[in-house]
C-alpha cells in the first residue's frame, strides 16, 4: 500500500524563481497537511485540508506561498518568487477524517529545498 | 497561547532505559502522540494517548497525566537504531491539527 508520495525529493533553484511541490496524499484519506521543518523551529504547520478544502492557513508565512487541492489525490504548495530563508524540508501528511478518535498523521518523505 | 517543551538533546547506552518528558500548555485537549524521527526521513507514528495512564506497545510506552499537561515516552533495551529525534505532538481540539514540540534527539552508544 503506497504511503504519502511527494516530489521532488530535492529541489535547488536561486532566489526569485517560482517552486512548486507536489503531493499525493493516502488513498481514503480525508485531511492533508503541508508542513514546513528547521532546524531553529522545528516542525511549523502551514496549512491543512479537509475533503480538499483549506480550514486553517494561518501558518502560511506570507502572500508569496500558496497551496491548492483540487481533488482529493493531489495538492500543490507554491512558492513565488523563492527567497533563502525559504530553505528547508517540507513535508506532505495525511490522514483519516479529523473528527475520528485518533487523527494519525503519515508523512510523505518531504522535499529537501534550497533556495540560492 | 499554545506551548510544547521537550529536551533537546539526550544520551543514552545500548541496553538502558530512557525517559523523554513533554510538557504542553494548549487551549484544549483532545490527545497526544509520539513521532520518531530518523535523520534525513520522515517522521512517524509511534502512539498515541488521550486518557490517562500508561500505553505500552513492545520496547516502547507513553504516559500521560492530563492534569499536570505532562507525558514521556518511555523506551527500554535501548539499540543503535533507536537514535532519532521524537516529537511530542498535540491535538488541542478535534478537527484541528496537530501542534508539534520541537523534538528531542536522542543518541545511543554502544
Known amino acids: 500500500d503506497a504511503g504519502v508520495i511527494q516530489s521532488p525529493r530535492h529541489e535547488v533553484t536561486e532566489m526569485g524563481q517560482e517552486v512548486t511541490l507536489r503531493c499525493k496524499p493516502i488513498?481514503?484519506?480525508?485531511?492533508l497537511f503541508w508542513y514546513r521543518q528547521t532546524m531553529m523551529r522545528g516542525l511549523e504547520l502551514l496549512i491543512y485540508f479537509n475533503n480538499n478544502v483549506p480550514i486553517d492557513d494561518s501558518g502560511m508565512p506570507e502572500d508569496r506561498f500558496s497551496a491548492k487541492m483540487p481533488n482529493a489525490s493531489f495538492s500543490t504548495l507554491k512558492i513565488q518568487p523563492s527567497e533563502p530563508r525559504d530553505s528547508a524540508v517540507y513535508f506532505c501528511?495525511?490522514?483519516?477524517?479529523?473528527?475520528?478518535?485518533?487523527?494519525?498523521?503519515?508523512f510523505g518523505p518531504g522535499t529537501r529545498l534550497l533556495v540560492l | 497561547g499554545q506551548n510544547i517543551d521537550q529536551p533537546t538533546e539526550m544520551t543514552a547506552t545500548e541496553g538502558a532505559i530512557v525517559q523523554i518528558n513533554c510538557t504542553y500548555q494548549?487551549?484544549?485537549?483532545?490527545?497526544l502522540f509520539w513521532y520518531q524521527q530518523h535523520a534525513g526521513e520522515a517522521p512517524t507514528f509511534l502512539s498515541y494517548n488521550v486518557l490517562d495512564g500508561l500505553e505500552e506497545k513492545g520496547r516502547f510506552s507513553s504516559f500521560l497525566s492530563r492534569s499536570k499537561g505532562y507525558s514521556y515516552l518511555l523506551l527500554k533495551e535501548l539499540q543503535m537504531k533507536d537514535s532519532a529525534s521524537y516529537l511530542c505532538a498535540v491535538s488541542n481540539q478535534a478537527g484541528t491539527a496537530l501542534i508539534f514540540g520541537k523534538g528531542t534527539t536522542l543518541s545511543v552508544s554502544s
Open positions: 494548549t487551549s484544549g485537549f483532545n490527545g
Open positions: 488513498s481514503g484519506h480525508n485531511s
Open positions: 501528511a495525511s490522514s483519516l477524517p479529523l473528527d475520528s478518535p485518533q487523527e494519525t498523521q503519515y
